[in-house]
């Protein structure tokens, strides 16, 4: 089994590396090349293209061919290779590559969590030498990157923290070839002391160069200091035997000394800085240029508090490079791109059209303003990241020349649960522990509960979540559990034990609210209310909480108001609205001539998010306006059209874990949110689920006195025609809702 993700000299990656091999010999004139196209404005191909020279790999050949010049997406002219193509060139696997996958047959068993795999732990799974294959599911993701690298173009990810941008990215730098790679050395430059020279030698020359300035400095300086010794003996010797003044002697030796040592500090200063050493680089560079300010992102040039007097430090030695500078001929990752600021996003564009950028103080006032130096390489690929409201912030111009001359991709949140995705997740956790280093490979038994937990975060039936950052903390803590108790495999009561650790602050805060709740008898879990109706939130993203509603209905002085407090009077208002439809057909009473009270117990403001409580308001007001009473052994969620659908909503399993915590039994869910329901075990037991697709079932449900409420159910039935069109719950059904 390997883990070696950081060092690899495996060869099989070279083997795909035909981008150009821009020599660095050659780099300085194409340097004047790009300097002479990048006059043009127009998003011409060449100028934005991380190569510099805009050359690729043509596709499905050995041979180089220039970059369309008309700009247009030259992305696309690979397109048609497929990532098996792509993994053939690179060597790359696709799979466990372990004999242990030899008897796996891929039909889909629901209860086989380990996806056909038969190992004593995760330590027998063999992960993949490869960073890029790690990367479980985002295929398209993981397909640009191949292609890419391959065609040195740059890539914009958007999606969800934790889904594997930055992993991407670097998996990325290791597809580049290492070959390409550069030493830059910065000169002083003796006609113009602030306009140090800039030179690029291919990697381990430079310290060759340094190397050899040093030694012909160190000679120097020995001539000097013996050229020194033998004057200052002359002059000492010669006030000695002519009997002149000894002080006098000793100021002109004591002269002599500093004029040699300033002279030396001038010697000293024509060795050149080395700003980016590649020798030891193994493959390309990888700069993670996230929150970077502009000094740390461009480059910079040390203030000198010494500036003359022969103190001063030379400007080239004072020269630091940019993430820019340091990822060239590699990758440059920068994520939350919309949070750059505007400047340094401008100054990113021209770096990337033009492959090279200058080095200068980024602060006016110190001294290092006044330097620049020559232009720098910087020929980079770029790999921008957020989240969708990247997009919204991001410079519109750097966007475009991503866009333009690179590939846009959209991460996935989850994944389709098959036999296959299984196994790679039990990889996961092999991953996980490995790159840890400490943690105790996990029992089946403890990696099912993992993927148990995959499923139950993605939200959705039928998939597995790929927040893996989250997942992969699951793990970590589960490991430590174990590892705290010197166990020699984590077990499934220690991932059990890290799901209670691991909950979120919302899920916390949730937990607390609920038991305190019960501390103050607020929880209503059994007999029969009028107007009173168990409604169910969600709090954060993941943890849910109950939340009653309380409905008056009273004449009205004048015109009939909902009447409801803060933010939610809105949200009340509508969900009334909605039910007024309803009841205006089959009850005499008018409710605009009415005043409706809605409270919400006890909600503050947190929880009760868009209409997910409208089916709890509505069948409130209906068992206040009916005096039917409201059985509160019962909770429910869902959210009502006009026609009195029950609509689905979000974080069914969440919400019906919290009715189960405060001792609820039966819980009302939307009929289409059904599949989403996958609920910890413990609470299987617990509750009664009941599906329902119309108002009328949630009344038959939750309404208690049998006679009053059949009549009214009845009533319901035939105007809102549920009998006619059962499926009406799922139709036009809100694809985001709360
Ligand atoms: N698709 C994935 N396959 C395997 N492991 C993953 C995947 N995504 C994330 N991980 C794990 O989660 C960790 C964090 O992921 P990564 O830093 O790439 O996320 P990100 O999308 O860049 O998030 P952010 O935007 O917050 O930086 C990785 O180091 C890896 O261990």
């Not at 340094?344 to 130096?373: D, H, P, Y």
């Not at 609920?679 to 599906?691: A, K, L, R, S, T």
């Not at 009328?696 to 069109?725: M, P, W």
Request: glycine share 8%; proline share 4%.
């Amino acid at each position: 089994m390997s883990n070696d993700t950081d060092t690899d000299d495996d060869p099989r990656r070279d083997g795909g590396s035909e981008s150009p091999a821009e020599t660095p010999a050659s780099r300085e004139e194409d340097a004047a090349e790009r300097t002479g196209e990048s006059t043009e404005p127009t998003e011409d191909a060449s100028d934005g293209a991380p190569s510099g020279k805009a050359q690729q790999t043509g596709e499905g050949t050995d041979d180089e061919q220039t970059v369309d010049e008309h700009g247009e997406d030259a992305a696309e002219d690979t397109s048609t290779q497929s990532a098996d193509d792509l993994d053939d060139e690179y060597g790359l696997e696709d799979d466990l590559g372990s004999e242990v996958e030899a008897d796996i047959r891929d039909e889909f068993d629901e209860d086989d969590l380990l996806g056909g795999l038969d190992i004593d732990s995760t330590a027998e799974i063999s992960i993949p030498d490869e960073l890029v294959d790690h990367v479980i599911g985002q295929d398209e993701a993981r397909d640009i990157v191949k292609k890419a690298a391959k065609q040195r173009r740059h890539v914009m990810m958007i999606g969800s923290p934790g889904t594997g941008k930055s992993m991407l990215a670097k998996a990325m730098s290791h597809l580049l070839p290492k070959e390409d790679l550069q030493d830059v050395l910065v000169y002083h430059n003796p006609d113009d002391g602030n306009e140090p020279k800039v030179r690029t030698v291919p990697a381990g020359k430079g310290e060759q160069i340094i190397d050899a300035h040093k030694e012909e400095a160190r000679k120097r300086n020995q001539l000097r200091t013996f050229l020194m010794l033998i004057i200052v003996a002359i002059i000492l010797g010669y006030t000695l035997i002519t009997g002149a003044s000894l002080l006098l002697g000793i100021i002109a030796a004591v002269a002599v000394y500093i004029l040699f040592r300033y002279t030396q500090r001038g010697s000293d200063a024509m060795i050149p800085n080395m700003i980016v050493n590649a020798a030891d680089q193994t493959q390309a560079p990888f700069e993670d240029a996230t929150g970077a300010h502009a000094g740390a992102l461009l480059g910079d040039v040390r203030h000198d508090p010494f500036q003359s007097g022969g103190m001063e430090t030379p400007s080239h030695d004072r020269v630091e490079p940019g993430a820019i500078h340091k990822a060239n001929k590699g990758v440059l990752f920068v994520d939350e791109i919309n949070t750059l600021d505007i400047r340094s996003q401008q100054k990113l564009m021209t770096a990337i059209q033009e492959g090279e950028f200058s080095i200068t103080g980024q602060s006016e006032r110190s001294s290092g303003a006044m330097v620049q130096t020559e232009p720098v390489p910087c020929d980079f690929i770029m790999i921008a990241a957020g989240n969708r409201d990247a997009l919204e912030n991001m410079h519109p111009a750097l966007r475009s020349r991503i866009k333009g001359y690179g590939y846009e991709v959209f991460m996935d949140d989850t994944i389709e649960d098959t036999p296959e995705m299984r196994r790679k997740y039990i990889r996961f956790i092999a991953q996980e522990v490995e790159k840890d280093g400490r943690l105790p490979h996990f029992t089946p038994e403890a990696a099912k509960e993992v993927v148990l937990e995959a499923k139950r975060r993605s939200g959705r039936k039928g998939h597995l979540t790929l927040l893996f950052r989250n997942l992969g903390g699951l793990v970590r803590v589960a490991g430590d559990i174990a590892r705290a108790e010197d166990k020699e495999f984590t077990e499934r009561e220690d991932v059990l034990q890290a799901k209670k650790r691991s909950r979120s602050i919302e899920q916390q805060l949730a937990d607390t609210y609920i038991e305190r709740r019960k501390d103050y008898e607020l929880t209503v879990a059994d007999g029969d209310v009028v107007g009173r109706v168990n409604g169910l939130a969600v709090m954060g993203e993941d943890s849910g909480i109950m939340l009653p509603v309380m409905a008056e209905v009273a004449p009205a002085q004048g015109g009939g108001q909902v009447i409801a407090t803060g933010k939610l009077q809105e949200m009340a208002e509508e969900s009334v609205q909605n039910v007024s439809a309803i009841i205006k057909k089959f009850s005499d009473v008018d409710l605009s001539e009415k005043d409706v009270h809605i409270q919400f117990v006890q909600a503050g403001q947190q929880g009760v998010d868009g209409d997910s409580a409208s089916i709890t308001v509505a069948t409130a007001v209906i068992s206040a306006l009916e005096d039917i009473p409201v059985r509160q052994d019962l909770a429910m969620t869902g959210s009502l059209s006009v026609r009195g659908d029950v609509l689905p909503v979000g974080g069914v399993t969440h919400k019906i874990e919290a009715a189960a915590k405060s001792g609820i039994e039966t819980i009302i869910i939307p009929k289409a949110n059904e599949q989403d329901v996958m609920i910890e075990d413990e609470y299987e037991e617990m509750v009664e689920i009941v599906p329902v697709s119309n108002i009328s079932e949630v009344l038959d449900v939750a309404l208690a006195g049998e006679t009053e409420k059949d009549s009214l159910v009845d009533r319901l039935k035939s105007i809102t025609g549920q009998a006619l069109d059962p499926q009406v719950g799922q139709a036009g059904s809100n694809p985001s809702p709360q």
